[in-house]
């Protein structure tokens, strides 16, 4: 995340260990640490080559891949700036604060390196249903449940379209600080409750009205073969591209499942399903 002095992010120094349990790391170059299996990768504002060395001379681990690479490049070479949906204008933390557009409500949104920042089609294709559904579908939804939250944005979304309760849950570390952050930001901390979770294990409470997954195909298959995943109520499905959907489509309850709405951009896919009736009010488009 940026922390003083930094407010924007430019380059990128990246260090991967080959090891996760590191030491709290208080430095103010730091922009977070990223815990993926067994490795631990950290995001510097500049090189600390010296300082990384130390450290893994200390806890005996050892660097295995660093790289030095612009913000930009990170996040797919898209420059990462404010962008508007029909009710929403999402803006990075360090563009200054415009009016809106008649209506619009605001979201400010530090993406630091965390996937979410809302320039992946999945993400925009997440928001955009998420707009039909809370604003044109007719439906109640007051509970909705984002399962790999990112930088938490579509729960903000949630909560600034009217949600009255939001649980937000990522198995990343760095990405629970960094949603924890940004719902801070937007003073949803009333609503919006971010909690690590790995979806791998034991299922977390799916007792709620909207469901939002945007995951890998390997993630999804997991969900769809646990009976405890499916309730009633209405699911956000997405994070796949059209060679994976025979093999999602075969592993859906197809006796409680109907599909409502289907929506593509890029390469990407998005299915809006209804489990066992789904909540009250319209059926969708």
Not at 181 to 208: F, K, S, T
Not at 209 to 234: A, C, P, Q, S
Not at 255 to 265: C, G, P, V, W
Request: aromatic residues 8%; negative net charge.
């Amino acid at each position: 995340m940026l922390r003083h002095p930094y407010t924007e992010y430019d380059r990128l120094h990246v260090y991967y260990l080959d090891r996760r349990d590191l030491p709290l790391i208080d430095d103010p170059d730091l922009i977070g640490v990223w815990i993926e299996d067994d490795t631990a990768i950290l995001f510097f504002h500049t090189p600390k080559d010296e300082f990384v060395h130390c450290l893994c001379r200390d806890i005996g681990a050892t660097i295995v891949y660093q790289a030095d690479l612009g913000y930009h490049d990170w996040e797919a070479g898209v420059a990462i700036t404010s962008f508007t949906t029909k009710a929403l204008r999402i803006r990075p933390v360090w563009e200054p604060q415009v009016v809106s557009p008649s209506g619009s409500l605001e979201i400010v949104l530090d993406p630091s390196v965390i996937f979410g920042s809302g320039f992946h089609a999945t993400t925009r294709l997440c928001l955009e249903t998420l707009e039909l559904l809370l604003l044109e579908s007719g439906m109640e939804i007051n509970s909705v449940l984002d399962l790999g939250t990112g930088t938490g944005l579509l729960a903000i979304a949630a909560a600034k379209l009217g949600v009255s309760r939001v649980t937000a849950l990522d198995n990343n570390p760095l990405a629970v600080q960094v949603a924890r952050h940004n719902v801070a930001l937007n003073d949803c901390r009333d609503v919006v409750d971010v909690q690590p979770c790995d979806l791998m294990g034991d299922l977390p409470d799916m007792n709620y009205d909207l469901i939002i997954t945007n995951l890998y195909k390997g993630l999804l298959m997991r969900l769809f073969d646990d009976e405890g995943f499916w309730h009633r109520g209405v699911y956000i499905i997405s994070g796949f591209i059209p060679g994976m959907e025979p093999d999602l489509l075969a592993a859906l309850p197809a006796e409680s499942i109907k599909m409502l709405h289907r929506a593509n951009a890029e390469q990407w896919r998005l299915w809006l399903l209804q489990f066992g009736g789904g909540v009250e009010g319209g059926q969708g488009s």
